[in-house]
């Protein structure tokens, strides 16, 4: 299959896309490389993935709509794994507009990309932060 994953220099996403390259999968890894986490390291997990044959990476911000758009329709994939965002609830409060941009505008250009390409699936990661300081257990 054809994983599509923005934000795969993260965490997160150089682990799947890692774990999905390993099964054999065709893995197209995007990524802003902003400067909020340790740009070296994302760049040195990004080097791990070029190293396999089925992965293909481009560096372009979500809220660069043509960007995107172009990246998605020439990677055509089944699947599109959404784990790109502006992270940090306290930053967000100094830089609110980085969160508009990334996070709103971004995953809106993210969303128009995948209907006009129509993959299989779509996953879209979020934050256990959307539940603010709710104390009930579990989460409803």
Same mark, same amino acid.
Request: avoid cysteine.
């Given at each position: 299959?054809?994983?599509?994953?923005? $934000?795969?220099?993260?965490?997160?996403?150089?682990?799947?896309?890692?774990?999905?390259?390993?099964? +054999?999968?065709?893995?197209?890894?995007?990524? $802003?490389?902003? !400067? &909020?986490?340790?740009?070296?390291?994302?760049?040195?997990?990004?080097?791990?993935? %070029?190293?396999?044959?089925? &992965?293909?990476? =481009? /560096?372009? *911000?979500?809220?660069?709509? /043509? +960007? %995107?758009?172009?990246?998605?329709?020439?990677?055509? #994939?089944?699947?599109?794994?959404?784990?790109?965002? @502006?992270?940090? =609830?306290?930053?967000?409060?100094? @830089? #609110?507009?980085?969160? =508009? !941009?990334?996070?709103?505008? +971004?995953?809106?250009?993210?969303?128009?990309? !995948?209907?006009? @390409?129509? #993959?299989?699936?779509?996953? *879209?990661?979020?934050?256990?932060? =959307? &539940?603010? +300081?709710?104390?009930?257990? #579990?989460? !409803?």
């Amino acid at each position: 299959m054809r994983f599509f994953i923005t $934000g795969a220099a993260g965490f997160i996403g150089f682990h799947l896309a890692r774990r999905l390259l390993d099964d +054999g999968h065709d893995v197209f890894g995007l990524d $802003g490389m902003t !400067a &909020y986490y340790d740009v070296a390291l994302k760049r040195r997990r990004n080097s791990l993935l %070029l190293g396999y044959e089925r &992965y293909r990476f =481009v /560096q372009v *911000l979500l809220e660069n709509k /043509q +960007g %995107l758009d172009d990246a998605v329709a020439r990677f055509a #994939p089944d699947i599109i794994v959404h784990l790109a965002a @502006q992270a940090g =609830v306290r930053h967000s409060l100094a @830089q #609110p507009d980085a969160y =508009v !941009a990334t996070n709103i505008v +971004g995953t809106f250009n993210l969303l128009e990309a !995948a209907r006009k @390409q129509k #993959p299989q699936h779509l996953l *879209l990661a979020s934050t256990s932060s =959307v &539940y603010g +300081g709710n104390d009930a257990m #579990p989460f !409803a």
